[in-house]
């Protein structure tokens, strides 16, 4: 499956744009867009390299830690 482009250009100035985004309702949108996606592509990157198991500590912590 070919790689899907979130953005043009390096994500490092894309990502350097979110705190400066007015009004601020806009910065509060793209952060939880962000978290979205990253939530998203860890649930991925869990099934593709993790589904057999493996020794990541953070796959074992709980909501209570």
């Known amino acids: 499956?070919?790689?899907v482009l979130i953005t043009r250009g390096?994500?490092?100035?894309?990502l350097?744009?979110?705190?400066?985004?007015t009004p601020r309702?806009?910065?509060?949108?793209?952060?939880?867009?962000l978290v979205a996606v990253?939530?998203?592509t860890?649930?991925?990157?869990r099934e593709r390299?993790?589904?057999n198991g493996c020794s990541h500590g953070w796959h074992r912590l709980s909501a209570a830690d």
């Open 1 to 3: 499956m070919p790689a």
């Open 10 to 14: 390096r994500m490092d100035d894309q």
């Open 16 to 21: 350097g744009k979110i705190p400066s985004l």
């Open 25 to 33: 309702h806009e910065r509060r949108k793209a952060f939880r867009l």
């Open 38 to 40: 990253l939530a998203i």
């Open 42 to 45: 860890d649930v991925r990157r």
């Open 49 to 51: 390299y993790c589904s």
